[in-house]
């Protein structure tokens, strides 16, 4: 550019600042709209050109009006979108140094406490903090020394609308890749992010929880108690999350306990059936309450079926845990089509991964049989254990 072509671009920025200055929200209004329309994508060195050298001017004017405005939500969103502008240029990472010295990230972990904040609102805070979380670990490191992770996953559990929820596990999984200063600090919030009420918020925490479990040494134990009530949700997504998240612990020293906790299921499930037996419940409203026992009793076996496929070690282990017996009485479960159906997977990979003498697995296929076929009432188990023998699922289900 000639010298006089760079004298006429300094004189117009000065122009756009003055104005900016003078400026009522309106004003500002209509200036943002139209440099978000004339700006957006463009690099660090275009951004440079475009402002004459001194866009860094533009960008602390706007960090300091959000600063002063967001609590009364003054055009948030505009404000926000324009600095993502800036943030996002690729090139350099000199606009996010600045907005950090500016104070920057902790007006945006304000907004996200802030209880007038909208969630669209707080969803571009959001994704300006992981535009500042991926420019690098000394980045990650301020955000979480800001009380980043402990706002971040507070917004993820309270919110109600999934785009921020995305965001705010996004940002999550970004401030655990190559931040191990603050790894176990991040992994242990997800862990207690795991009891939350959302479903979706509970799908994106597991595959989360997931990721940053592959970077760690150990799993804590606390992780075990939520994980396996996660196993009571009716919506397969959380299912499925929660019974690959077992399966990844396998080879991590919590493994003894979840394999005891999921026996531990069957049973559970086992005793509800029995209180509805004594107590004759019919009524549909305490059949509903106990169906997330018994869905969770499906799973359990589901789980406990990948788990033995293949693995001769924990198919001992699960055998010192009675887990036949279980297995087995969990078949009995006439309430739950789908834990029966489980159950009897469960039992034919026992039977494929596990030495059983040909009588037993006979047996083991006929009582699967009378327990499908026939109703358990007391003549039958008796009829039942009479020819079979004292291993039939119904004389097994009798004693227990």
């Known amino acids: 550019m000639s010298a006089q072509g760079e004298a006429a ?12 200055d003078r400026g009522d929200r309106a004003a500002r209004g209509r200036m943002l709209n139209t440099f978000l329309c004339q700006n957006q994508g463009k690099s660090f060195y275009e951004l440079e050109c475009e402002f004459a050298q001194v866009s860094s001017l533009f960008l602390a004017r706007l960090t300091t009006w959000m600063r002063l405005t967001y609590m ?4 948030l969103g505009l404000q926000l979108r324009a600095i993502r502008v800036f943030l996002s240029a690729s090139g350099h990472d000199q606009y996010v140094m600045e907005f950090l010295e500016d104070g920057g990230v902790l007006s945006l972990l304000d907004i996200l406490n802030h209880t007038q904040s909208k969630e669209e609102d707080k969803t571009e ?4 903090l992981l535009t500042v979380s991926n420019a690098g670990r000394n980045y990650k490191e301020i955000i979480c020394e800001s009380n980043g992770v402990k706002v971040t996953a507070e917004c993820l559990a309270k919110s109600n609308t999934e785009e921020t929820q995305e965001t705010a596990s996004a940002l999550l999984e970004s401030l655990s890749h190559g931040n191990p200063k603050y790894q176990n600090q991040i992994y242990k919030s997800l862990i207690t992010l795991m009891t939350c009420s959302s479903p979706k918020a509970q799908h994106l925490v597991l595959h989360t929880v997931r990721i940053v479990q592959s970077k760690m040494k150990t799993a804590h134990h606390s992780i075990v108690e939520p994980l396996l009530n996660m196993l009571t949700s009716i919506h397969l997504d959380i299912q499925d999350e929660a019974i690959n998240l077992i399966l990844d612990l396998k080879c991590f020293d919590v493994r003894p306990i979840i394999l005891s906790g999921l026996v531990a299921l069957l049973r559970q499930a086992r005793e509800e059936v029995k209180s509805q037996e004594i107590t004759e419940v019919s009524s549909e409203t305490e059949m509903t309450a106990s169906l997330p026992v018994f869905v969770q009793q499906a799973a359990a076996a589901k789980a406990i079926r990948l788990l033995a496929e293949g693995n001769q070690e924990i198919s001992r282990d699960l055998l010192s845990l009675g887990v036949i017996q279980c297995l087995l009485s969990a078949l009995g479960n006439r309430e739950h089509t ?16 596990h030495t059983l003498t040909h009588a037993l697995t006979h047996t083991l296929i006929v009582c699967h049989l009378c327990l499908v076929l026939c109703p358990l009432i007391p003549s039958h188990r008796g009829a039942c254990a009479e020819s079979h023998g004292q291993h039939t699922v119904c004389s097994l289900y009798a004693q227990t």
């Open 125 to 128: 805070a959001l994704r300006l």
């Open 72 to 75: 009364f939500g003054t055009l």
């Open 9 to 20: 671009n300094i004189g117009k920025v000065l122009s756009f600042l003055r104005e900016w």
């Open 338 to 353: 789908d834990a029966q159906v489980q159950a009897s997977l469960a039992l034919e990979v026992r039977t494929q991964t």
